[in-house]
Nanobody, 118 residues
Framework: QVQLVESGGGLVQPGGSLRLSCVTSGSLFSTVAMSWHRRAPGKERELVAEVGSTNGITTYADSVKGRFTISRDNAKNTVYLQMSSLKPEDTAVYYC???????????WGQGTQVTVSS
């Protein structure tokens, strides 16, 4: 059973920074793309950032470009989301996801709350 466990969420003031971590159990980490998603109150879940499994290519939502950085450490089975210049509209539950097309793999973490407020 693959498990994803996020950590690092919390309350931060506007303009502040947080780093989220997501540790993945099992041996598939190096073979899956990893991504961070978020769901704000009253909104649909959206993709925030993604990093490829082998090529390390990253993509970002327009709303976080230049402020957030996704990275992965295959030796630690961990993906990170460094968030800077946080805004109140970044308030959401943040989820990490492990995904692979073939063979199919699709796993989600339980989420971690990020609240940006003064």
């Amino acid at each position: 059973q693959v498990q994803l466990v996020e950590s690092g969420g919390g309350l931060v003031q506007p303009g502040g920074s947080l780093r989220l971590s997501c540790v993945t159990s099992g041996s598939l980490f190096s073979t899956v793309a990893m991504s961070w998603h978020r769901r704000a109150p009253g909104k649909e879940r959206e993709l925030v950032a993604e990093v490829g499994s082998t090529n390390g290519i990253t993509t970002y939502a327009d709303s976080v470009k230049g402020r957030f950085t996704i990275s992965r450490d295959n030796a630690k089975n961990t993906v990170y989301l460094q968030m800077s210049s946080l805004k109140p509209e970044d308030t959401a539950v943040y989820y990490c996801r492990a995904y692979r097309v073939r063979p199919l793999a699709d796993y989600w973490g339980q989420g971690t709350q990020v609240t940006v407020s003064s």
